[in-house]
């Protein structure tokens, strides 16, 4: 993947020319470059500057940034342009945070509340990616394969969530060993009507 520095993309993302941002920084067009090129650092004295210009953290500034970098400058450059309310918090289950519950904002358009879930789905499919860089040498490569297949199958994030649920049935009530007993049973009759509910 190539990377950008952050303030070629804010540029683009923006519609703006070079020799633009040095007219108003006061500076020559060169230094620009230099800066988008990664030859140079952008001076701590214009980061502050360029803040207020975009609407933009000073941290995505110099930085090479990733998927989930230009999401959320994206996501900013929507808040700057549609003036959003905050509507309500909901609570939602957040791998790898502290709490795991946290409260998000839901706003009044619909645009910011899309961009925010792309942003968690963005996140979500990283973390994934990461936990396969270390299957190789696990026994259990069985078990990422019935999660690509549940992934596929359940299309919709209900049939997933549901699915999930008889998983974790099947765990509590046994915890030790798999059975053909009756306990199996009700974990795959649980199963199997999650996708027979949605014809999968």
Known sequence: MISIIGLEY???LYNMQHIDLAEGLGIKKQNINMWIKGKQKIPKKY????EEIFGINSNYF???INEV?????QKEKLKRDLNP?????ESVYRAGDINDMVQIPVY???????IERTIEKVKVMNKFKSALE???PNPYIDTYKLMVEILEKGQHEIIVHKTIQALAHYLEVLPNKITTGEEQMEFESEIFEVFDDYNY
């Open 10 to 12: 804010i540029l683009a």
């Open 47 to 50: 980061l502050p500057v360029l």
């Open 62 to 64: 110099n930085k090479n």
């Open 69 to 73: 970098d230009k999401l959320e400058i």
């Open 85 to 89: 309310i905050i509507e309500k918090h």
């Open 108 to 114: 009044d358009k619909e645009e910011i509340n899309r």
């Open 134 to 136: 270390v299957v190789d």
